[in-house]
């Protein structure tokens, strides 16, 4: 190896960086089998924290579509549902709001549960579950009781709700927290001014649900035949034209530097 | 530089440790690339979705934060100014923690017009795989005031994206070049639209 070639690959070596990276999965590992997953509302107003059922349904709408469906690398994709005025949660612990969601959606609602929200540091809770019936549900709570005679909640701008409405569904999705504390997924929210989705948080969907092969595959792990056979043949029908075109013309000094 | 045909050297790669989809296309360009023109090693700084993803607690962006890249390009005269300047590469995307591993494969199908002598302008279509692994396992995170255990991805899940690509490359002298070039994934989805890029540092191999 020549000189250059070796200081070449001396700075590919350089250039190795670390990054904080380290998403996790709720320990249950439960996923949704779609790929297209309705985020309703429950009915029951907030009363503590003063937001509406249909301004909870926009933050929610904010939400993933400010995080979550940006992601070009996961095809999973979050729609706005409905208020569902049947539903009540008002004073239900997660478990028990779970057992009202329907199959491939996410419950938002306000509980004011004071084992579920025993600190006014607690802004919401969210997780995924699987019904009896085999069927794939998520739901998240935001903290609407009273602590100390008070709500933190209550007192927080939207720019500020919409990253731990994000944070839950992100659990309801079936991701854990993140070991970066950039990430929208870390467990605290702290002076943190969450815009955008870190590259963990990228990752972790990604991870769960990712972007299937245009060869129509549908490939979601390892196990899943990768489509060799697709992009092999697409090298090959749009080389060899160039191939016969490249021989017939002749080597031409075209590149000259 | 000469574009004459060369059979004499092949390329030295290690693909010991890629998987059986990134053998196969690597084999497949390594057939291909000493025959018809050019192979050029390239390596660099890539920067997935840059601008879209936040590095700092303050809201900043993450525009140069970048993870190292290699790659293997040719180049195929096609007619005048044009060329074909197909190119196979990874990213080894660096983590600090162990719980996940990540690992990005492309392959770019560009087409390159000769500006001048010094610029090259290229433009194409690229298809991305990134992988995302861990061995499994709990690990015990902050969750509230307490801790919770959580679990750690046990197996290797894969992203197939195709990406427009457009950049600029610039001849240093006749054995280096600068590329910088982007690459736009979900071009018809607006939402999910974003730019990756990479800057790269290019070796000509004859």
């Not at chain 1, 709570?141 to 709500?151: E, K, P, Q, R, W």
């Not at chain 2, 084999?27 to 050019?38: A, K, M, S, V």
Request: hydrophobic share 40%.
């Amino acid at each position: 190896m020549d000189r250059r070639m070796k200081c070449f690959f001396s700075l590919f070596i350089f250039l190795f960086v670390c990054r904080a990276h380290g998403f996790t999965l709720v320990s249950s590992r439960l996923k949704f089998p779609v790929t297209e997953v309705t985020v309703n509302v429950a009915g029951n107003s907030c009363s503590n924290n003063g937001i509406t059922t249909d301004h909870l349904l926009d933050l929610a709408e904010q939400a993933v579509d400010e995080f979550w469906n940006q992601v070009p690398t996961s095809k999973m994709k979050l729609k706005r549902g409905a208020v569902l005025t049947s539903i009540d949660v008002s004073s239900d612990t997660l478990s028990l709001a779970m057992v009202k969601v329907s199959g491939n959606s996410i419950l938002v609602g306000c509980s004011g549960n004071t084992t579920t929200f025993d600190s006014a540091s607690t802004l919401g809770v969210g997780n995924i579950a699987q019904l009896s019936s085999g069927a794939i549900i998520g739901a998240l709570l935001i903290n609407d009781a009273l602590v100390g005679g008070s709500n933190r909640v209550a007192s927080m701008p939207d720019s500020e709700l919409r990253p731990v409405v994000a944070h839950e569904i992100g659990h309801a999705l079936g991701i854990g927290h993140s070991g970066d504390p950039i990430a929208l997924m870390y467990y605290a929210v702290g002076a943190k001014v969450q815009e955008k989705l870190s590259q963990d948080d990228y990752d972790a969907i990604s991870y769960l649900y990712p972007h299937p092969s245009p060869g129509g595959c549908g490939s979601i792990s390892s196990k899943d035949v990768p489509p060799t056979f697709f992009v092999a043949t697409l090298c090959l029908g749009l080389l060899l034209p160039f191939m016969l075109i490249s021989i017939s013309t002749g080597s031409k000094r075209v590149f000259v530097r | 530089m000469n574009l004459a045909v060369r059979r004499d050297r092949p390329i030295p790669l290690r693909t010991k440790k890629l998987n059986k989809f990134a053998k196969t296309n690597i084999f497949f360009l390594l057939l291909i690339f000493p025959i018809i023109g050019h192979a050029i090693v390239s390596i660099g700084g890539y920067v997935p979705f840059g601008p879209a993803t936040q590095k700092e607690a303050d809201g900043k962006r993450n525009t140069t934060t970048y993870h190292p890249m290699l790659g293997l390009n040719g180049i195929i005269p096609i007619m005048n100014a044009h060329l074909f300047m197909p190119e196979g590469g990874a990213v080894f995307h660096r983590n600090q923690f162990d719980e996940v591993s990540k690992k990005t494969l492309f392959l770019l199908l560009d087409f390159g017009y000769v500006c001048n002598q010094e610029f090259v302008l290229r433009y194409g279509l690229g298809s991305f795989l990134t992988k995302i692994g861990g061995d499994g396992g709990l690990i015990a995170m902050p969750n509230g005031s307490s801790t919770l255990n959580f679990a750690k991805p046990d197996h290797t899940s894969t992203s197939y994206n195709t990406t427009i690509d457009f950049g600029l490359d610039y001849g240093i002298n006749k054995n280096y070049s600068l590329k910088l070039e982007g690459f736009i994934f979900s071009l018809l989805n607006s939402q999910s639209r974003k730019l990756s890029y990479a800057l790269t540092f290019n070796y000509y191999l004859d």
